[in-house]
């Protein structure tokens, strides 16, 4: 069963960096197999969801356009672990924040039923 946990700070102030961190269990995020993207996707309160980007299994990232320049995503192979860095946050970062897992690059994909797996999510908020 794989399963996928995201973490970090709940609340950031404008102009910070926005870290979290997405625990995988259950798969292998650095070697290619059922699942070999890893990606990030966000929900703003009252909006539908947007995605952030990817990683995969080779390490290749890609972004959303409208983020790329505030937004990287690495990943750790020893903790199998990837993380989103979000620069120069504003209110309108606020959002549930998930990691989800699939077997297939679509770029942009936000349904549930592109992903394999989901995490539960984790809200952040951007206020002073």
């Known amino acids: 069963q794989v399963q996928l946990q995201e973490s970090g700070p709940g609340l950031v102030k404008p102009s910070q960096t926005l870290s979290l961190t997405c625990t995988v269990s259950?798969?292998?995020?650095?070697?290619?197999?059922?699942?070999?993207?890893w990606a990030w996707i966000r929900q703003p309160p009252g909006k539908g969801p947007e995605w952030i980007g990817v990683?995969?299994?080779?390490?290749?990232?890609y972004y959303n356009p409208s983020l790329k320049s505030r937004t990287s995503i690495h990943r750790d192979t020893a903790k199998n672990q990837f993380t989103l860095q979000l620069l120069s946050v504003t209110p309108e970062d606020t959002a549930e924040y998930y990691c989800a897992a699939s077997s297939r690059l679509i770029l942009g994909a936000t349904s549930r039923d592109t992903y394999d797996y989901w995490g539960q999510g984790t809200q952040v908020t951007v206020s002073s």
């Open positions: 259950g798969a292998s995020i650095s070697i290619p197999a059922s699942y070999n993207y």
């Open positions: 990683i995969s299994y080779s390490g290749s990232t």
